[in-house]
């Protein structure tokens, strides 16, 4: 073979050296760390490129010029063969319980950015690597400790990394605290500095050294290249006779692909990131790879007169430093606009560690091959871009543009380059340059493919006789619309052409341009595209049409202009933290960091996942139905290489006699571990294939044909409304269904004015836990079985398991460390993959591990209740309602799970005002869908929000401010008892009025209301709104165990029912451990909060374990440790006196030697039951959210978020806090974001990171503030804390609300009044309302409609 292939690969891990020889040439980076080496901090939370939790550092060096370059990669996507002589650093490389942690990971556990801490590896990689490459640059000194990195920079930092816990600002403050730039006192809560501290040093965080501090590159590696005999040319060496070439030169491509074994399982490869791609993954595994990055055509940079030729194999990342670089030396700005605008659109391509391996070529090729939404290809199209192909002996230079066009390319032809030519001025014939690009998409700074994107370049001059702009040489591109590929408007540019610019030509060329984008069949929001697609052609020519008026500022941009920079929108995130300090129970209420949280940072924390391989462990992967209801005829495999690795295939069958179908179970009853003999649902498992690795059996998974049979069975229920037809609903106990409150027709007849029945619609919501749902199950002797289940109810997960296999309970052992997020999602949802597991490890007698792909937990595993809600009310012209009566539709799909829960949270949510009387009917609809479960305040946001829908309808009908409704509406005390007789508590804890008042005052919310106003009136383009939004949250704390132990060296260890599932439950535990055996002494006893240690659930050291869910199993986790210390006070108080009688100063370590050796009994359990009055108890807060939406594209930024929150006396401020920050980001998520689409069949088909976006950071609030009220002692409670894991969650609604109002707006504005509400000031506006719906609900046509007004005007002007 001609193309070079050794033996070996070499490269360095952590400083290590590695040399592997004979692996799987398809095995990615991130499957190697994790399974061949000692290193977990490296997760996989996707696969897809698309998370940011598997972000490493490549080093590569240049021996010629002995340069060391550093950049992050998405190592699931990255392949191994790939990084042969480089050097690889995970974070176990920065820091280390060994070697010491790295200022970035003490600074993430410091600044309270770690939670579940699942995404923080990933994290610290990002932030380390932007660090030193900023460090690298030519920019002056730091001052000493800080990096050179700025402030600015801190988000773009870690764009692409997800986090769905933190709410991101946590990890900006701990990014922040390097930059150069910063000023300390703005960075939030910290371990580092007091609150009250107002001049804090960069001393008093851990150290960092400029360049970062750590080899990214050890020497051995770099002697061993240098002294390669092929070191000329070492990034080309080849390695594997496994079946990686590497060819080196366009003749040797030829020869391989020419050759014997060249066939369509053989993949050409330069960044391998196609394989994130949905659509375009992978289906099947391939045992050969040609890698066309080392050849030397494909890697030139090539600088011209003309322009610049671009290898098509350099990356996104080095195409955005070559076109800024070339800006930066060019004299005339005019003539640098089309590179700066190309780096500026570039930067947010997909993410950071994406763009650092994905070649600029190979999106070119994805955009040629596939309907791919590429924007590269769309604004080099616009650009004139031109390009280089070889098609076997011929070399072609074709226009971009002719390139796209041709059929789909196969591997004969190769893209070598990209030239892009420099469009310059024309000065001497009077004419300017212009060049914009833009894109609509969910996520600003990337991580989201376009809805449709364009590049506009012309040459505008003034016609001096009408004076005003013509253009020429226009082109105008666009792409993503639902196209095959970009296209040229080329009937709108000619029509443009030499045109004097007047508002009826632009409303001609949108015209055309409505005729040109036509979106192909199938694609989503076909309306959205076109309509944002002529919002951005108006956008760059309304600018140069002199009778089309400008009013406030720019109009759009998609990608940032200059002129911009003052736009809030570009603003680096800032936030105020608040809380009042709680000194009573020391160390409890203060805010320490968290429990583990370097391990979590360094990568050392141990998750299911993490935990070492037994041997002979086999892998396994759900096969699920893809139709909602028919029988399973049979089950079979494609022939594919992949079908060649299934070792087996569990199916029900399996299940050994004795034991029963059973996957989940609670309360209301069970659901079954497999549809057998019928599929009830799209998205039910039918079997686990058993393969040899993960991989393996998830890519076998894929090759699943099932075959059905639906004769003889009904239709499917999969809507609400279908359910109501044939009356499928589950039982709600009389128990458990919400009371009404007084007689809502009275109510009626006393009102001014009433609503009749309106609807408004939740959709469901996925959890989207970083770490997905998975377990190991390891058979031992005697027919049991340890379970290692990523689980928030272990016990039950027990109890499923046992009765799946009919074996005794005793014979399950479920042991829960940590999970990486939950959310509701790991409590009965977690029990199905814990099953299988040990339903496969049963049979088969071997460990199997059960690691869901994600795109199969997204579509198995269900998530928040969808709800159809109508309303009817009726109020005074004062705004007081007299009475609300609500009809609402809950879609519980399959099982009843704990659905019939779902009507009491609503409902106690919707209670927070005073309706006068309220009635209600509620349905629970069994549907042939995955079965919904408990999702983070669950049941709560759905009424919190319907709640809301109904005061802002009354306000708007009454044309009066929404807040001057709710507060009419507020519960009195009295109230309050009636609403909620068994939490309404003392009159003194109703702490409500005052946090609103508070709220309202602290943030100015009455000056804003007002400013806002104005900005609308004179914007027309751009609107915000406004809302501010109570909470009552009702909990009910349960049950829980405790024991606390002392060992004979003083240490002590506690175990608790509750799982540490990133809320902090186990830094709570600590803290009151050492608060409870310190009451030994007066004032307490030193250093006991290090000395405790907190272990993992296990179900057979620890029983009735119960649910961690609901906010409040870190109270009764409390309680239960508080019980246990209590019993061992009592043990020890009388050891500790006679030792005081003979010395004054006892320490902990002599009173338990000497406990010791008195045989007290130095382990105490207790099981702590809430007494009746500490059962259930009321939270308060509320919250303020101000946006502002861009009119032509739907965009959505959040300008401004001030939560205040009722903490109780807060455990530990900064977890609260934290939880708090968190939880109102995962509601933005739900109200704004998430969009869970099904098919036709109920099957999920947003169900990868590409379709589902969850808030990431450049999505959260520019400004936010957040303040925890630590209000009196109370007695009932534990500690007289309260909860904080879920309420805050509501508050996100204010975004929804606020949203609404600048719709409304914008509707005003346009007097725009379609949707289904009759006016423009009403409408329906469900959930989620992403930008789609926003533009959709301004209007689709307001442009069309604006320019016909104008040319009007025009027209009469002129006769
Ligand atoms: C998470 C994620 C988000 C993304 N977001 C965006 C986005 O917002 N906008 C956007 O435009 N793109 C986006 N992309 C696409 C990304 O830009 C491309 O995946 C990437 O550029 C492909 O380059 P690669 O080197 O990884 O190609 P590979 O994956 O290695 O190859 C892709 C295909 O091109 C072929 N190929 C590659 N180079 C050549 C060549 N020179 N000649 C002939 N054939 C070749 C390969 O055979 C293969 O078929 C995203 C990708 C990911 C993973
Ligand atoms: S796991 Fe690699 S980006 Fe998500
Ligand atoms: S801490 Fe970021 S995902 Fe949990």
Redesign the pocket.
């Given at each position: 073979m001609a193309a070079a292939a050794v033996d070996k690969l070499v490269f360095a891990l952590n400083g290590r050296r590695y040399e592997v020889a004979g692996a799987d040439p398809s095995t990615r980076l991130l499957e190697f760390i994790r399974t061949q080496t000692p290193f977990k901090g490296t997760k996989l939370g996707c696969g897809?490129?698309?998370c940011g939790a598997c972000v490493v550092l490549i080093a590569k060096y240049n021996p010629k010029t002995d340069k060391v370059t550093e950049f992050t990669a998405?190592s699931c996507?990255t392949l191994l063969y790939s990084i042969n002589f480089c050097s690889v650093i995970t974070t176990e490389g920065l820091g280390n319980t060994q070697d010491g942690f790295h200022a970035v990971q003490k600074r993430m556990s410091g600044f309270h950015a770690s939670q579940c801490g699942f995404c923080t590896p990933g994290m610290c990689m990002s932030i380390f690597t932007s660090l030193i490459n900023a460090d690298k640059s030519k920019r002056p000194e730091p001052p000493k400790g800080f990096s050179k990195l700025k402030v600015s920079e801190a988000e773009k930092a870690f764009s692409g990394n997800l986090c769905r816990c933190t709410g991101y600002r946590p990890i900006v403050d701990a990014c922040k605290s390097f930059a150069s730039d910063v000023d300390l006192e703005d960075l939030g809560l910290n371990i580092f500095w007091k609150r009250s501290d107002k001049n804090p040093d960069v001393s008093e965080l851990p150290s960092y050294s400029l360049g970062g501090g750590v080899c990214t590159f050890p020497d051995f590696l770099k002697s061993e290249i240098k002294s390669s005999h092929d070191h000329l040319n070492v990034d080309c060496i080849a390695a594997s006779r496994e079946g990686w070439y590497h060819p080196r030169s366009i003749k040797e491509y030829y020869e391989l692909i020419g050759s014997y074994f060249f066939s369509d399982t053989v993949?050409?490869?330069?960044?391998?990131?196609?394989?994130?791609?949905p659509g375009y993954k992978d289906q099947d595994l391939c045992y050969k790879y040609i890698d066309?990055g080392g050849i030397p055509e494909?890697s030139n940079i090539v600088k011209k007169e003309s322009g610049f030729e671009i290898g098509?194999?350099i990356?996104?990342s080095k195409t955005i430093e070559i076109l800024k670089q070339e800006c930066e030396s060019v004299s005339s700005a005019n003539g640098s606009v089309v590179f700066r605008k190309l780096a500026d659109h570039m930067s947010?391509?997909?993410?950071p560690f994406?763009?650092n391996?994905?070649?600029?070529?190979?999106?070119i090729?994805?955009?040629q091959?596939y309907p791919?939404?590429?924007?590269?290809?769309t604004i080099l199209l616009g650009a004139g871009a031109i390009v280089c192909v070889q098609v076997i002996a011929e070399q072609r230079q074709i226009t971009l543009e002719e390139f796209l066009e041709q059929p789909p390319?196969d591997?004969t032809?190769?893209?070598?380059s990209i030239f892009i030519p420099n469009w310059i001025s024309d000065y001497q014939k009077d004419t300017s340059l212009l060049f914009e690009t833009y894109r609509a998409?969910p996520r600003p700074l990337?991580?989201?493919?376009?809805y449709v994107n364009c590049a506009f370049l012309g040459h505008a001059s003034v016609d001096q006789q009408s004076d005003t702009l013509v253009l020429r040489n226009l082109r105008l591109a666009f792409g993503a619309y639902g196209t095959e590929h970009a296209i040229r408007a080329k009937k709108v540019e000619e029509f443009l052409t030499g045109k004097s610019l007047t508002a009826s030509v632009v409303l001609g060329a949108i015209q055309l341009l409505r005729d040109t984008i036509v979106p192909m069949e199938g694609t989503s929001h076909p309306e959205y595209r076109v309509s944002a697609a002529v919002g951005f052609l108006f956008s760059f020519l309304s600018p140069l049409t002199k009778s089309i008026p400008q009013p406030g500022k720019a109009l759009t941009s998609g990608s940032a202009d200059s002129a911009d920079t003052d736009d809030v929108r570009n603003h680096p995130v800032s936030s105020r933290r608040e809380i009042i300090p709680n000194d009573d129970y020391k160390p409890v209420g203060e805010p320490i960091k968290k429990y583990d949280v370097e391990l979590q940072a360094s990568g050392e924390a141990v998750y299911v996942d993490d935990i070492p391989a037994p041997k002979n462990c086999l892998y396994g992967e759900f096969i699920y139905s893809t139709q909602a209801l028919a029988y399973v005829k049979c089950i079979k495999f494609r022939s594919s290489l992949a079908s060649e690795r299934i070792i087996d295939v569990v199916s029900a069958k399996d299940i050994p006699i004795g034991g029963e179908n059973i996957g989940s179970t609670f309360t209301f009853g069970d659901e079954p571990l497999f549809g057998d003999p019928i599929a009830a649902y799209a998205g039910q498992a039918l079997g686990v294939v058993i393969a040899e690795t993960q991989r393996y059996a998830d890519m076998a998974a894929k090759q699943v044909i099932v075959e059905y049979e639906t004769e003889g069975l009904s239709p499917p229920i999969l809507t609400v409304e279908e359910a109501v037809e044939n009356s499928s609903y589950f039982e709600v106990p009389p128990e458990l269904y919400p009371k009404e409150v007084g007689d809502v027709s009275k109510g009626m007849a006393e009102a001014d004015h009433k609503i009749p029945s309106t609807e408004v619609r939740l959709a469901s919501e996925y959890y989207f836990y970083m770490e997905t749902q998975t377990a190991l199950a390891i058979p031992d002797e005697d027919n049991t079985l340890v379970v290692y289940s990523s689980s928030q109810y272990p016990e039950l997960a027990q109890s499923v398991i046992a009765r799946c296999l009919g074996i005794p309970f005793s014979k399950v052992r479920v042991i829960t460390r940590r999970a990486g997020g939950g959310f509701g999602g790991k409590a009965f949802r977690s029990f199905q993959v814990a099953t299988a597991a040990a339903l496969c490890a049963y049979k088969l007698r071997r460990p199997v591990r059960m690691y869901l792909n994600r795109n199969t937990d997204m579509v198995m595993i269900g998530g928040r209740h969808p709800v159809k809600a109508h309303y009817s009310v009726g109020y005074k012209s004062d705004g007081k309602i007299t009475a609300l009566h609500l009809e609402l539709l809950i879609n519980a799909g399959i099982s009843p799970d704990a659905s019939p829960q779902i009507p009491g949270t609503i409902m106690s949510s919707v209670k927070k005002y005073n309706w006068g009387a309220l009635s209600f009917d509620i349905k629970v609809c069994k549907t042939n869908n995955t079965s919904k479960s408990v999702m983070r305040a669950p049941g709560d946001t759905q009424g919190s929000l319907i709640a809301d829908a109904v005061i802002e309808h009354v306000a708007s009908v009454l044309s009066v401010d929404a807040n001057s409704v709710r507060e009419k509406n507020f519960h009195t005390y009295d109230s309050l008892q009636l609403y909620y007789p068994d939490s309404a508590g003392e009159a003194s804890t109703y702490t409500l009025h005052s946090i609103f008042d508070r709220l309202v005052s602290t943030s100015s919310y009455v000056d804003r209301a007002e400013s806002i106003k104005q900005y609308n009136n004179s914007n027309k383009w751009r609107k915000r709104g406004i809302s501010c939004v109570p909470l009552i949250f009702r909990v009910e704390p349960r049950a829980a165990p405790g024991r606390v132990s002392v060992l004979n060296d003083g240490s002590i260890v506690v175990e608790v029912g509750g799982t540490e599932i990133g809320q902090g439950l186990w830094t709570k535990v600590q803290q009151v451990t050492a608060f409870a055996l310190g009451k030994l002494w007066p004032d307490g006893a030193d250093g006991l909060l290090e000395r405790v240690r907190i272990l993992q659930a296990d179900t057979l050291n620890l029983i009735q374990g119960g649910l961690t869910a609901g906010s409040t199993t870190s109270e009764s986790s409390c309680a239960a440790t508080l019980q246990a210390c209590n019993m061992l006070i009592d043990r020890l108080k009388p050891v500790l006196d006679r030792l005081q009688q003979q010395s004054e100063n006892v320490s902990w370590d002599t009173l338990i030697s000497q406990a010791s050796k008195e045989n007290v009994n130095l382990s105490a359990s207790a099981y702590w039951v809430p007494g009746q009055e500490s059962n259930k108890y009321l939270n308060y807060g509320a919250g303020i959210s101000e946006l502002e939406i861009d009119v032509l594209t739907g965009a959505i930024t959040l300008l401004r978020g001030d939560l205040v929150y009722d903490c109780g006396k807060s455990l530990n401020p900064a977890v609260d806090l934290g939880q708090i920050e968190g939880s109102f980001i995962q509601g933005i998520g739900f109200f704004i974001y998430e969009e869970y689409i099904t098919n036709s069949e109920g099957l999920m088909i947003s169900n990868s990171?590409?379709d589902y976006k969850i808030p990431s950071v450049d999505i959260i609030p520019k400004q936010f503030n957040a303040e925890v009220l630590n209000t009196g002692y109370h007695k009932n409670r534990v500690l007289s804390s309260k909860a904080s894991g879920e309420p805050a969650l509501i508050l996100a609604s204010s975004v929804h609300c606020a949203l609404r109002e600048a719709i409304r707006a914008a509707r005003k504005e346009f007097a725009y009044s379609a949707g289904s509400g009759t006016s423009p000031s009403e409408f329906q506006m469900d959930v989620p309302a992403p930008m789609t719906l926003v533009k959709e609900l301004c209007g689709f046509d307001i442009v069309d409609k604006y320019l016909e007004s104008l040319s009007t005007q025009e027209r009469a002007s002129l006769a």
């Open positions: 897809e490129g698309g998405s996507l993949k050409v490869v330069v960044g391998n990131t196609i394989t994130g791609i066309i494909l098509a194999a990356t996104i947010k391509v997909a993410t994406v763009r391996t994905a070649s600029i070529g190979g999106n090729i994805l955009a091959k791919f939404p590429s924007d590269i290809a390319l591997p032809t190769l893209l070598l998409a990337g991580n989201a493919v376009s990171t590409w």
